[in-house]
């Protein structure tokens, strides 16, 4: 593009473009792989065909699961068949829990059964269940706040809305139910928890999801409502009688047992040591297939990767794929990986994972030092024309990067419009049908830009500054 202006003008012009070229960290032939990478994606990425496999052949895949170990088989094959250079895993120790069945029904006054689902590692009732009565619950904070004689002996019914966003912003304020909850109720001598769903739908299903479970003497049994099946108790309780619930739920806490984070790369061809590492978690909850949470975002992430090992070279750095195992029961895959990896960190360039669905991407956050800033306006010029806006410098990169960030490992963060994400979060209802291949194309075509720019591009990112 230069050349016919070189040879009008001569070396002045000359000069200014080799000025201009070296203030900006990545080289327009890297730009140029990128766009072609970019537009390879929009056409011939098939991430949908990944996430069919991962759900249709393996399905749930709860943590310490026997769904988990067909996972992580999965995901090793998988990976070598996309043509992935190396190819392993890393075990992890997981608290593990079996699911029984969780009845729950209203007894008095108005007697109707409910839908319910056990929130994770939820303790059983006493054989034959038990029967007690409701107290109301604007949030975990009132919980918090009340005296224990109002609670003890009683239900605990935490009946806060989530507000929908396309951010997902009002998960933040809702999920503190979920997990701090049954311990709050634990505390005050309460018989059981009963939580309205964390979740924005109208569906007749409950929402499950992890609590905090750890260091509490006796745990209750701890349940989500379906939407409609709290308004239903709400509606009940405000007719002024006392309302009487009866629960069953047998679960089981088992010992804790194996898993596995899976890793795949493309090995670097100048600095292997050296790597960006893109993740999704494997694991998912036990009632629907995990297409959306977070089989969407393993399909993002391997196919990413395999585009970029078409490339007739490799890049500068290694690309690391990690798929997080035990990511829904508390990170503990990213946990053990940081500290199992504590020493090699400075080698990490930069970390990022999709675990937010299978919207579209609209925005790119970062994490970076404030000298680093223009290397994303960069991938913009590549990202912009797929609708992405730039963002903020707060990305955590997701739930499991999240844990690299604390020890200040820069990142990115591509995020995905999350309008309904929670219609179908933690569901029986989060299935493939919820999963549009258009989507994950452009999701692929950004995260290939940005993945194959932070692995190749000449100078690294530094550390960012952590807030302890
Ligand atoms: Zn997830």
């Given at each position: 593009m230069l050349?016919?202006?070189?040879?009008?003008?001569g070396?002045?012009?000359?000069?200014?473009a080799v000025t201009?070229?070296?203030?900006?960290p990545?080289s327009?032939e890297?730009?140029?792989?990128?766009e072609v990478?970019?537009?390879r994606?929009?056409?011939?990425?098939d991430a949908?065909?990944?996430v069919?496999?991962?759900?249709?052949?393996?399905?749930?895949?709860?943590?310490g699961?026997e769904?988990?170990?067909?996972?992580?088989a999965?995901?090793q094959e998988k990976?070598?068949?996309?043509?992935?250079?190396r190819?392993y895993?890393?075990?992890?120790?997981v608290?593990?829990?079996?699911?029984?069945?969780?009845?729950?029904?209203?007894t008095?006054?108005?007697?109707?059964?409910l839908v319910?689902?056990?929130?994770?590692?939820?303790?059983p009732?006493p054989?034959?269940g038990?029967?007690?009565?409701?107290?109301?619950f604007?949030?975990?904070?009132?919980?918090i706040?009340?005296?224990?004689k109002?609670?003890?002996?009683?239900?605990?019914?935490?009946?806060k809305r989530m507000e929908r966003?396309?951010?997902?912003?009002g998960?933040?304020?809702?999920?503190?139910?979920?997990?701090r909850?049954m311990?709050?109720?634990?505390?005050?001598?309460a018989?059981?928890?009963?939580?309205?769903?964390?979740?924005t739908?109208?569906?007749?299903?409950?929402?499950?999801?992890?609590?905090s479970?750890d260091g509490?003497?006796?745990?209750?049994p701890?349940?989500?409502?379906s939407?409609?099946?709290a308004?239903?108790l709400?509606?009940m309780?405000?007719?002024?009688?006392?309302v009487?619930v009866k629960l069953?739920?047998?679960?089981?806490?088992?010992?804790?047992g194996?898993?596995?984070?899976v890793?795949?790369?493309?090995t670097?061809?100048?600095k292997?040591?050296?790597?960006?590492?893109?993740g999704?978690?494997l694991d998912?909850?036990?009632?629907?297939t995990?297409?959306l949470?977070?089989?969407?975002?393993?399909a993002?992430?391997m196919?990413t990767a395999?585009?970029i090992a078409?490339?007739?070279?490799?890049?500068r750095?290694?690309l690391?794929?990690?798929?997080?195992?035990a990511?829904?029961i508390?990170?503990?895959?990213a946990?053990?990986?940081?500290d199992?990896?504590r020493g090699?960190l400075d080698n990490?360039?930069?970390?990022s994972?999709?675990d937010?669905?299978?919207?579209k991407?609209?925005?790119?956050?970062?994490?970076?030092?404030e000298?680093?800033f223009?290397?994303?306006?960069q991938?913009m010029?590549?990202l912009?024309?797929?609708?992405?806006?730039?963002?903020?410098n707060?990305?955590s990169?997701?739930p499991?990067s999240?844990?690299?960030?604390?020890q200040g490992?820069p990142?990115?963060g591509l995020y995905?419009?999350?309008?309904?994400y929670f219609?179908?979060h933690?569901?029986?209802?989060?299935?493939?049908d919820?999963?549009?291949?258009?989507n994950?194309?452009?999701n692929?075509?950004?995260?290939?830009?940005?993945?194959?720019?932070a692995?190749?591009m000449?100078e690294?990112?530094?550390?960012?500054?952590t807030?302890n």
């Amino acid at each position: 593009m230069l050349k016919p202006l070189l040879t009008l003008t001569g070396g002045l012009i000359a000069t200014l473009a080799v000025t201009a070229a070296q203030a900006k960290p990545l080289s327009q032939e890297d730009l140029s792989v990128a766009e072609v990478l970019r537009d390879r994606a929009l056409e011939s990425s098939d991430a949908y065909s990944i996430v069919e496999s991962l759900t249709v052949e393996v399905g749930p895949r709860r943590a310490g699961t026997e769904g988990d170990r067909r996972a992580v088989a999965w995901a090793q094959e998988k990976m070598k068949k996309l043509g992935f250079d190396r190819v392993y895993t890393e075990q992890i120790d997981v608290q593990r829990w079996h699911r029984g069945h969780a009845h729950a029904e209203v007894t008095a006054p108005f007697p109707q059964p409910l839908v319910v689902t056990s929130l994770g590692y939820s303790a059983p009732t006493p054989e034959g269940g038990l029967t007690a009565e409701i107290v109301e619950f604007s949030d975990v904070e009132a919980l918090i706040e009340a005296p224990a004689k109002k609670v003890k002996g009683k239900i605990a019914f935490i009946n806060k809305r989530m507000e929908r966003a396309r951010t997902g912003e009002g998960y933040g304020p809702a999920v503190q139910g979920r997990s701090r909850g049954m311990r709050a109720a634990a505390e005050k001598g309460a018989a059981a928890l009963l939580l309205r769903s964390v979740g924005t739908d109208s569906d007749r299903f409950a929402h499950t999801g992890m609590m905090s479970i750890d260091g509490v003497e006796n745990p209750v049994p701890a349940l989500a409502l379906s939407a409609p099946d709290a308004n239903l108790l709400e509606a009940m309780l405000e007719r002024g009688k006392p309302v009487e619930v009866k629960l069953d739920v047998h679960n089981e806490r088992l010992a804790d047992g194996p898993s596995f984070n899976v890793i795949g790369e493309i090995t670097g061809r100048e600095k292997p040591e050296e790597a960006m590492i893109i993740g999704a978690h494997l694991d998912s909850w036990d009632e629907g297939t995990g297409a959306l949470d977070d089989g969407a975002g393993v399909a993002i992430v391997m196919e990413t990767a395999r585009l970029i090992a078409e490339l007739p070279q490799r890049p500068r750095r290694t690309l690391r794929v990690i798929l997080y195992g035990a990511e829904e029961i508390g990170l503990v895959g990213a946990r053990q990986y940081v500290d199992a990896h504590r020493g090699e960190l400075d080698n990490i360039i930069a970390v990022s994972e999709s675990d937010f669905g299978a919207g579209k991407i609209w925005r790119f956050d970062t994490r970076l030092p404030e000298n680093k800033f223009d290397i994303a306006d960069q991938m913009m010029q590549l990202l912009a024309p797929l609708g992405i806006e730039r963002g903020n410098n707060q990305s955590s990169g997701g739930p499991d990067s999240s844990v690299f960030v604390a020890q200040g490992v820069p990142a990115f963060g591509l995020y995905q419009d999350g309008t309904d994400y929670f219609d179908y979060h933690h569901t029986p209802n989060d299935t493939l049908d919820k999963v549009d291949p258009d989507n994950l194309k452009q999701n692929v075509a950004a995260w290939v830009v940005m993945s194959f720019l932070a692995a190749e591009m000449k100078e690294d990112l530094g550390r960012v500054p952590t807030e302890n």
